[in-house]
């Protein structure tokens, strides 16, 4: 890009500008080349930040797939620069002021990460700043804070389900002790009832004990995309 001298200082300003912003920014073109690029930047990428400027962000950043699909990168749906290229150009073609999109994307050194990328049109279409900013340890926060909303109203619906459950197993108990103190189990057939029916209610009052020990919030996928309470996993062995 080239710039008259009232341009050079608009630069300069752009340039401190943005070396002083908490989140990583590039100032892309659009020929999605870098041409400016602030000291965060260097979290994503193989070089300091300024090391990244006059380069394709697919040849620089640290995509897992950059190996994979060519020197530009650009194609690469996991790639975190290629989501930022893909935002760029879309800005760029359609003349959009602006656009974010978040996502997760994994990369060669710092695996999995939550990023939010804006790209905001500059310079009259001509180049666009895009900013990226490391959502992970917030994601993580907020999907702790999911999970552990989620076990404790599991906890809550399995004690009223308990305190549901106990006295009219209690009271079946009671009835198969008496048919078995009443000699009812003399008959071979009645004994494989009675003892299909205890091992049942066994496996009931087990059952009970698993969800009044919940501390974990754990889940079994099922056909269809469908999860449930996998009451064994989330239960505290020490306790049932």
Known sequence: MQYSDRGSNISLNIEKLIDNMPSAVLVVDYKLTIQMANKHAGKFADRLGKQVIGIKPGDTFLCVNAGQAG????????????????????????????????????????????????????????AALVIIDDQTELKKLERDRVVKD??????????????????????????????????????????????????????????????????RYRTDKYPGGNEILAITKSASSAQI
């Open 71 to 126: 020197s530009v990168h650009e194609t690469g749906n996991t790639c975190e620069m290629c989501f930022a290229a893909n935002l760029v150009r879309d800005l760029v073609e359609n003349q959009h002021p602006k656009l974010w999109a978040e996502g997760q994307v994994e990369s060669t050194d710092n695996g999995i990460m939550d990023l939010k990328i804006t790209a905001v049109n500059m310079f009259e279409d001509q």
């Open 150 to 215: 989620k076990l404790q109203a599991a906890m809550e619906t399995a004690g009223a389900i308990c305190h549901e459950m106990n006295q009219p197993l209690q009271v079946i108990s009671g009835y198969l002790d008496l048919l078995m103190a009443t000699g009812f189990e003399q008959d071979d057939n009645n004994a494989k009832y009675l003892r299909i029916s205890r091992e049942q209610l066994d496996r009931l009052t087990k059952v009970t004990r698993k969800l009044n020990c919940l501390r």
